[in-house]
């Protein structure tokens, strides 16, 4: 059985095969957003003169160009944004975004609400507010994470349903008219793919209200994923159906959406459980997944099921998202063989990923500027603000002996520690604006903290990827 919510990744345009030889570097990122700026229909934003969906990654991109230090693009993200909430595509009685719409105007929706597509906006809207400062967007986010709540959450099952089924004629009527009918269906069977990113989604927006139900409840969905989801070698299950035993352990998706979902579960909770999972998830992708050329195959070999059956673009996808992760887990345990798999996956992926692939070019902004928020465990307002600005890729990590304020790194080098946060805030900015040039940093000041260069000195004095260890 394949998930229909894992048909078609969240860049859907049909893109030409990538030269090869491209380098990892910033260049990738400003031809991707060249290249969306061409595509942006400045009449009723979104891409392209046909069809609309609300793809999420080129939007996060635009959202951060400016915060990369890049021509800022986010006015188009934030167009698109305002107008699909306020098209056909929002179902504007009972909250949550229909999969998409026929017209370029935004009408004619395909009325199946999917759980990734809501799970990705709520990431949308919150970097939308945080970057533009428009509370509709915090709004946003609130009312899609409802939907979820309210709609696709199964609690005798402590999981999401992965989408509610489409009906033109219940969509059709108003509020009384859908009080006659039945509700469209939920189709109950567990994905792990995207009930991983539906916790990060409620995660952020914990973090972004201060609410402990949106932590909880992501805590919940994480914490079943570990009982049920995820086997004690780290291997990940892909679905499960009602009453059935979860299947399908070598989805690539899986182990990029659980890996990132445990990295934020630990920032949240400080447990360290999360990070172990985490560490056990890559260390079987390591084993099962990696390809000669450095990338991850999208499935395990078996004779049945070969690898890479979804396409240049899907697998494009995947291994940006999982190269995002192992720079995450780089940053959370100070392992430098993480960045090292991290690099080999965007290096690899040089000849063959597709063009102008948003995941790709965020994977590389990721990777080009790996930050770090190191605070005291103790001071919650500053990892708090570090944190609501939702800046891609930070790491936040916690040393009681950091009591002098919060210390903004890049791998190794660091600035001095901010006791306020305007002070966090300018030391952000800094450290996010020079993409690709951090010879031209000043102000370094060592901090009481392990950093990676002291890590990568272990790595090589022991001979071996500590993570594999």
């Known amino acids: 059985m394949e998930s229909r919510t894992s048909d078609n990744p969240q860049h859907t345009a049909v893109i030409p095969p990538r030269p090869a030889g491209r380098e990892v570097s910033r260049h990738l990122i400003d031809d991707v957003l060249d290249w969306l700026e061409d595509e942006h229909d400045s009449r009723y934003g979104g891409f392209g003169r046909e069809s609309k969906s609300l793809d999420a990654l080129p939007l996060l991109l635009l959202l951060w160009s400016d915060t990369w230090g890049l021509r800022d693009r986010s006015g188009l993200a934030v167009q698109t944004l305002r107008a699909a909430y306020a098209s056909g595509i929002r179902d504007a009685i009972e909250d949550g975004f229909f999969h998409y719409a026929d017209g370029r105007d935004w009408s004619s929706p395909h009325r199946e609400k999917l759980l990734s597509d809501n799970a990705w906006l709520v990431q949308c809207f919150l970097v939308a507010h945080a970057v533009s400062g428009l509370s509709e967007f915090a709004t946003a986010a609130w009312e899609t994470a409802g939907y979820m709540d309210n709609v696709l959450w199964t609690p005798d099952r402590g999981f999401y349903g992965s989408l509610q089924e489409a009906d033109d004629d219940y969509y059709g009527e108003d509020v009384e008219g859908r009080r006659r009918r039945a509700a469209p269906p939920v189709d109950r069977a567990v994905y792990a793919n995207w009930n991983a990113l539906a916790a990060t989604s409620k995660l952020l927006l914990a973090w972004q209200s201060g609410s402990d139900s949106h932590g909880d409840r992501a805590l919940q969905v994480i914490d079943g994923l570990m009982e049920h989801m995820i086997e004690s070698r780290g291997a990940c299950n892909h679905y499960q159906a009602e009453g059935r035993k979860p299947q399908l352990t070598g989805n690539l998706s899986d182990y990029a959406f659980v890996s990132l979902a445990l990295g934020e579960a630990y920032q949240y909770t400080q447990d360290s459980k999360y990070l172990d999972v985490m560490t056990s998830v890559l260390r079987f992708c390591d084993n099962n997944l990696k390809a000669p050329d450095g990338t991850f195959h999208d499935v395990t070999h078996s004779d049945e099921k070969p690898p890479d059956v979804a396409g240049a673009n899907q697998r494009a996808h995947y291994n940006a998202l999982l190269a995002t992760a192992y720079r995450m887990a780089a940053g959370l345990t100070h392992d430098l063989a993480y960045h090292d798999t991290a690099t080999a996956i965007l290096e690899g992926l040089g000849p063959s990923a597709p063009v102008n692939h948003p995941a790709v070019a965020l994977a590389t902004g990721v990777f080009l500027r790996p930050v770090s928020v190191t605070c005291d465990s103790r001071d919650r307002d500053l990892s708090l603000w570090a944190k609501t600005r939702f800046l891609p890729g930070l790491v936040l990590q916690y ?71």
Request: charged share 30%.
């Open 399 to 469: 040393d009681d002996h950091a009591s002098q304020g919060a210390i903004v790194c890049v791998e190794d080098r660091c600035l001095k520690p901010a006791s306020t946060r305007q002070q966090l805030s300018d030391h952000l900015s800094k450290v996010y604006s020079l993409m690709n040039r951090v010879e031209h940093l000043a102000e370094y000041d060592e901090a009481p903290r392990p950093f990676l260069s002291a890590a990568r000195d272990q790595a090589r004095q022991a001979d071996r990827p500590l993570h594999n260890g």
